[in-house]
């Protein structure tokens, strides 16, 4: 038997939800989704579920990750019941479920909580900036030295083990015989979803919002490999120091549309941002600038005589790897990626089975 959480619309506003209880389950929603089939009714099952209080089901389910919020079922809703700012803060909320430090949901739910995590750190880089006594070479030597860490560190002791415990409960849990085989075949859409994000492309309005994104994925991987491997800020190779230039800029443009859209609130995508909505596009967007303006201060030569930039682009960078990545918004790209994955997974075993019986 189901276990009911009578209290679950409460815990869920906190994650910026609306008012799912408005919901009398008309079905213009489920109408109007692309993802709606005759098995499940999209996204009607989740709001459901959520007004009812079954959160142990949308723990399990991978439905709220296959939404990419292209805003028609709130704006054809006539309760203003705001599916598809639901279905956002129940991936807000599921990542929370996922993470086994807990610090994404005090971070989802408590804006006191995430600038005091901010400030901490950016005290600490400015610290560490006074030890070495803003000597450039020694700072800008350790904060590489970070950034090649952080990667590793921040996968395989954080987002790794939330993906694992993601497979858990929507994959093993259900008791699907799932063949290891499959696991191999598969990661082909593991791959494409994940730099490609191309189930943006089912919405009717989504094609220049997919082609954005798409961008900004090349860009920000692009920089970073640039930066941490090709180490942009020391090489002396003109091909990469371009190369750098590019992908910073790319960055930057891209995510002052998104800021600029965020303003403007043009679309029902834009009408409701959470604040971790804003760090991610605020914090791409700082990152991106600093690290274009720190590469001009090394260009023109005047770096050692401000450091404070690199301290300032260091401060960006530190947050963001150690905030945003392993417990903001940054995680709905790994998390979306492996839900498409664990669901090709479940659909192939599924189809075994059936054709086994």
Same mark, same amino acid.
């Given at each position: ?155 395989? @002791? %954080? $987002? ?9 409960? #929507? &994959? ?5 015989? +799932? ?34 994104? @798409? %961008? $900004? ?9 640039? #930066? &941490? ?5 020391? +090489? ?122």
């Amino acid at each position: 038997m189901a276990r009911i959480n009578p209290e679950f619309t409460d815990e869920l506003k906190k994650y910026g939800a609306f008012d799912a209880n408005a919901c009398y389950n008309c079905g213009n929603c489920t109408a109007v989704c692309t993802l709606s089939t005759e098995e499940n009714s999209f996204p009607r099952k989740m709001v459901r579920y959520s007004v009812l209080g079954l959160d142990d089901e949308i723990e399990s389910s991978l439905d709220p990750w296959l939404c990419y919020y292209c805003g028609e079922c709130s704006t054809t809703c006539p309760r203003e019941a705001d599916p598809g700012e639901l279905m956002m803060s129940l991936r807000r909320w599921l990542i929370s479920k996922y993470d086994w430090t807990g610090l994404s949901g005090l971070l989802y739910r408590s804006i006191a909580f995430s600038i005091t995590a901010f400030l901490v750190l950016a005290a600490l880089v400015i610290g560490f900036g006074a030890f070495k006594r803003f000597n450039v070479e020694s700072v800008m030597h350790y904060g590489h030295l970070f950034e090649m860490a952080a990667i590793s560190l921040v996968f395989l @002791f %954080i $987002l790794l083990p939330n993906i694992i415990h993601m497979w858990w409960l #929507t &994959v093993h849990k259900k008791g699907i015989k +799932t063949p290891l085989s499959a696991y191999f075949t598969s990661l082909g859409e593991l791959f494409v979803h994940m730099f490609t994000q191309k189930r943006t492309l089912g919405c009717d309005d989504n094609q220049v919002r997919w082609f954005e994104h @798409f %961008i $900004l994925v090349l860009g920000y991987l692009g920089l970073l490999f640039t #930066t &941490v491997f090709l180490d942009w800020f020391s +090489t002396q190779s003109m091909f990469v120091i371009i190369l750098g230039y590019v992908e910073s800029a790319v960055i930057f443009v891209v995510t002052f549309d998104f800021v600029r859209r965020r303003i403007q609130k043009d679309k029902e995508i834009s009408k409701h941002s959470h604040p971790s909505d804003w760090f991610f596009v605020i914090w791409l967007f700082l990152m991106g600038l600093t690290a274009f303006v720190v590469r001009i201060f090394i260009d023109t030569d005047i770096l050692n005589n401000n450091i404070w930039i690199y301290l300032v682009h260091m401060i960006i960078l530190v947050q963001w790897a150690l905030l945003i990545v392993p417990f903001g918004k940054w995680t709905h790209f790994l998390y979306r990626s492996f839900a498409m994955y664990f669901e090709h997974i479940l659909q192939k075993s599924m189809l075994n089975t059936k054709s086994s019986e």
